[in-house]
C-alpha cells in the first residue's frame, strides 16, 4: 500500500453502528396500555362478571362462582398459549379467586364487588395522599416501571402534570366507590354487576389517554429544565475561564 493510500485509510472515519436517540428507545417501551394488557385484556377483565351475573340468576351462586373462575383460568390459559404477557391475567385470576372466595362466606353475589368497591377507596386516598405529599403516584409507578430515576420530582411542570394525571385517577376510583357502594346497599346485584362493567375498561381507557398526554407534557418539561441545566453549566465554566485569564 502505497503512502497516498495509507494516509486515504487512516483520514476516513471508521463506521459506527447505529444507535437509537431517546426518542426512539422510548418508542420501544411498551406503552401504558400495553402494560394492563391492552384493550383485550381489559375487557377479557370484565368477561367473569358477564358469566357471574345470569349464570346466578338462573343457577345459583355456587356455580356463578366456579364459572366465573373458569372464565379467568381460561383467560390465562389463553394469554400463556398466545406468548402474551400474563402479568394482567395472572393477577386478574388471583382478583377473580378474591372476589369469589367473599361472595362465597357472605353466602350473596353481591358480596363478589365488595372488593373491588373497598379497593376503589383505598386507591382513592392513595392517590389523593401522593398528590398532597407532592409525589403524584402515576409519575413514581409509571418511572418505576420503566427503571427510570425520579428526577422529574424536582421540576415543577413535571410534578404537576403528574398530579392532574393521577387526579384523573382518584375521581374514577371516587366515582366507583360512591356509586358502586350505593347500589351494593340497594342488593341490586344485577344493576352492580353492569355498573361494575361501564364503569371498568371505559373509564379506564378514558383516563389512560389522560395520563398518556400528561406523561409526554411531564418528559417534555423535565428535558427542557435539564437543557436549561447544561446552559447554565457551560455559562458558569465559560465565564470561569474568563476570569482566570484575566
Do not use: H
Not at 107 to 121: E, H, P, R, T, V
Not at 206 to 212: D, R
Not at 217 to 223: L, P, Y
Amino acid at each position: 500500500m502505497s503512502k497516498a493510500e495509507r494516509y486515504v485509510s487512516n483520514s476516513l472515519p471508521e463506521p459506527q453502528a447505529p444507535q437509537l436517540s431517546d426518542d426512539q428507545d422510548r418508542d420501544t417501551e411498551p406503552t401504558l396500555l400495553e402494560q394492563m394488557g391492552g384493550l383485550p385484556g381489559l375487557v377479557a377483565a370484565t368477561l367473569p362478571i358477564v358469566v357471574l351475573i345470569p349464570v346466578n340468576s338462573l343457577y345459583g351462586l355456587t356455580p356463578a362462582l366456579i364459572s366465573a373462575l373458569g372464565v379467568a383460568v381460561v383467560i390465562a390459559i389463553w394469554r400463556i398459549v398466545r406468548k402474551q404477557t400474563i402479568q394482567p391475567a395472572i393477577s386478574g385470576l388471583i382478583g377473580v379467586a378474591i372476589c369469589a372466595a367473599i361472595a362465597w362466606f357472605t353466602g350473596d353475589a353481591k358480596g363478589y364487588f365488595l372488593y373491588g368497591i373497598w379497593m376503589s377507596l383505598a386507591l382513592f386516598i392513595a392517590a389523593a395522599l401522593s398528590i398532597l405529599f407532592r409525589w403524584p403516584a402515576v409519575g413514581v409507578i409509571w418511572k418505576g416501571l420503566n427503571g427510570d430515576d425520579m428526577a422529574w420530582q424536582k421540576v415543577k411542570l413535571a410534578r404537576r402534570a403528574y398530579s392532574i394525571a393521577t387526579a384523573g385517577w382518584a375521581v374514577i376510583f371516587l366515582a366507583r366507590f360512591i356509586i358502586q357502594r350505593a347500589i351494593y346497599d340497594a342488593g341490586e346485584t344485577t344493576a352492580l354487576g353492569i355498573t361494575r362493567i361501564v364503569m371498568g375498561w371505559p373509564l379506564t381507557l378514558l383516563v389512560t389517554a389522560l395520563t398518556v398526554w400528561m406523561v409526554r407534557r411531564a418528559d417534555a418539561a423535565v428535558e427542557e429544565a435539564e437543557n436549561v441545566g447544561r446552559a447554565t453549566n457551560s455559562n458558569r465554566s465559560t465565564q470561569e475561564l474568563e476570569a482566570e485569564n484575566e
